[in-house]
């Protein structure tokens, strides 16, 4: 996959996997930008839907790499940015509708703020609502003493749904962790990038539409949660030191237990509309207790547990 052009402003990579319904909007939606400064990769996870049939369709519009078996968004990402010819590079969820007007703005930002390593897109509901795509703390972080002293800026992590970077800076930081399989892995680069000596920005003039989860709807929502967890505590475990992951995995695991229990003494009394939201919190803690359990098991027979 050879790219001659040399005057390339701006790489799209989006990693799809069974998205074949939404991400045409998304493509059509980056088409109607200039196409001689562009150029879109897109990874697709061995979907069951028929996406890599779909996105043959558009022929030489771009890139496609059609993996065999699901990699993961991070290594999927990996496998494209090395083919980047752009100076930014700008990672897509398929189930954002891409407003091209901000394209101009953004390079110019970028160009004008050499400070800002990686930023993140104002992010919206198909409702035109706010959707939270920042954040100025890490997961944990209240717990921490000393890990994340001497960060530059005041942003700690944006949504990795809509997100662009200098291709100097992810080349310097070695790209995404691929421990981080589907959850964590922005608030992970953003936070090595920040190590690194740059800032995190938030372009709040540039705006994306976000359907949000279109990947992980056959997925049962504990399956998801756990997922989340797991994620959380890779990043704890790589970042913060085995004081601080004690303190984390003692207060999370007391609070989830004790919620249990006292949500199970208050369903069988709960009628009605409050019982769902109660069993919904009752699933959560569930799956946090016996995710932390599961991490704790997988570091012991890793060899690693001593660090907790």
């Known amino acids: 996959m050879q790219h001659l052009r040399s005057d390339i402003e701006l790489s799209i990579i989006i990693v799809s996997y069974n998205t074949r319904d939404v991400i045409g909007v998304c493509l059509d939606s980056i088409a109607q930008v200039d196409q001689d400064k562009t150029e879109i990769f897109v990874v697709d996870n061995a979907s069951t839907d028929g996406s890599a049939d779909f996105l043959g369709q558009y022929g030489a519009q771009i890139h496609l790499i059609a993996n065999r078996e699901n990699k993961g968004f991070a290594a999927a990402n990996n496998q494209a940015i090395p083919l980047c010819r752009g100076r930014f590079i700008l990672f897509l969820n398929p189930d954002i509708e891409y407003l091209p007007a901000t394209f101009g703005h ?11 390593g990686l930023a993140g897109l104002k992010t919206v509901n198909p409702n035109g609502s706010f959707q939270e795509s920042y954040s100025r703390t890490y997961p944990g972080e209240q717990y921490v003493t000393d890990e994340l002293s001497d960060l530059k800026g005041g942003l700690a992590w944006v949504l990795g749904a809509s997100m662009i970077t ?16 589907v959850y964590g892995e922005e608030q992970d680069l953003c936070l090595r990038i920040r190590r690194a000596g740059y800032e995190i920005g938030y372009l709040d003039f540039a705006l994306v539409v976000h359907l949000g989860g279109q990947s992980e709807r056959t997925t049962m929502v504990s399956d998801v949660w756990r997922k989340k967890i797991l994620a959380e505590y890779l990043f704890y475990y790589k970042h913060y030191s085995p004081q601080t992951i004690k303190k984390i995995v003692r207060t999370q695991s ?3 237990f004790f919620r249990i229990m006292t949500l199970k003494v208050l369903l069988p009394f709960i009628r009605d509309q409050r019982k769902k ?26 060899g690693k547990a001593s660090v907790i």
């Open 106 to 116: 953004i390079i110019s930002f970028l160009d004008k703020n050499p400070h800002i």
């Open 166 to 181: 200098r291709r100097e800076v992810i080349g310097k930081v070695g790209g995404f962790d691929e421990r981080f399989f």
């Open 254 to 256: 007391i609070q989830a």
């Open 277 to 302: 939201v109660v069993k919904e919190k009752l699933m959560k803690y569930e799956t946090t207790y016996d995710s932390i359990r599961c991490f704790l098991k997988e570091k012991a027979l890793s």
